[in-house]
């Protein structure tokens, strides 16, 4: 994604962000659209008091008090972070701000209120993106299970 001489190009945008239970963690999914190869760099940050925390970034220094209670995956036009012990103290405004190597306009941002007692579980699916062992262990059991079909036959 390179800019013109007169036209300044948005490399990526973010399209939605939204929040979740996952057990006790706080799950925040930033979505995006990706118009190019770059590295994309990414902050987490939570406003509160009005003061904001970083809570992890690529662009920043993350504030102590996260640094080992977060981490963030990434697939394909998703950014995901997780948040471990979510409790009534990490109530805020959360804010996903995105940024493409390169991309000489503005970062991207989007915001969401995050409330313990209004968040709703995680979906299904989201497991499936974190946590694949099952899927594979499943796979690679098949062939077994075959057999034992074939012994029994």
């Known amino acids: 994604c390179s800019p013109t001489l007169l036209q300044a190009a948005h490399c990526q945008m973010v399209k939605d962000l ?14 995006y659209e990706n118009k190019t190869s770059n590295p994309l760099t990414y902050e987490f940050s939570i ?18 008090i996260y640094r080992s209670r977060a981490n963030v995956t990434m697939h394909k036009n998703l950014v995901c972070l997780y948040l471990q012990s979510f409790t009534t103290s990490d109530e805020g405004v959360y804010m996903c701000e995105l940024k493409a190597a390169s991309d000489y306009t503005s970062n991207q941002k989007k915001n969401i209120t995050v409330i313990k007692d209004k968040l709703e579980k995680c979906a299904g699916f ?26 029994s036959l």
Request: net charge positive; proline share 2%; with cysteine.
């Open 18 to 31: 939204s929040a979740c239970l996952l057990g006790q963690s706080l799950r925040v999914d930033c979505r």
């Open 47 to 64: 406003t509160k008091d009005n003061r904001k925390h970083v809570i992890h970034s690529t662009m920043s220094v993350s504030e102590n």
């Open 126 to 151: 989201s497991l499936l993106i974190q946590n694949t062992s099952w899927l594979l262990l499943l796979l690679l059991s098949l062939p077994l299970l075959q057999a034992v079909d074939f012994v």
